[in-house]
């Protein structure tokens, strides 16, 4: 009886053990790294440039490609709809590594984190 009682408590052990990989796996951090934008009509417009003197900054949520589910186009990045994935800030200490936390879209009062790479856009 001892074996048997040990064998399922290692058994519930191994069990959670491996629910919670499968729980976790998509908390990583992949801040950085690029996503595509959805291709169509509303986020073209809102996420390329319009003019000469124009810079275009987009945010999309729910984008699977990003842990945070954030995808970002800051001040024409890329001047297209490749992004990179960013997460929601308040503040620079809120932000990874050496980027910063800026509104992306004048007036939304929505900021997110910005590659150090675009500072002074």
Do not use: H, W
Not at 30 to 53: I, K, M, W, Y
Not at 66 to 73: E, F, L
């Amino acid at each position: 009886m001892p074996f048997l009682r040990r064998l399922v408590n290692l058994t519930g052990l191994v069990t959670f053990a491996v629910a919670a990989m499968f729980v976790f796996a998509g908390c990583g951090d992949d801040f950085g790294t690029s996503c595509t934008l959805p291709d169509n009509e509303q986020v073209r417009a809102a996420c390329t440039v319009q003019g000469a003197q124009s810079s275009a900054s987009c945010v999309v949520k729910n984008i699977i490609q990003c842990d945070s589910r954030v995808c970002g186009v800051y001040r024409d990045s890329k001047a297209s709809l490749e992004g990179f994935c960013t997460q929601t800030c308040e503040s620079d200490g809120d932000c990874p590594g050496d980027s910063f936390c800026d509104e992306f879209v004048v007036g939304t009062g929505e900021s997110y984190c910005v590659l150090s790479r675009y500072e002074g856009r």
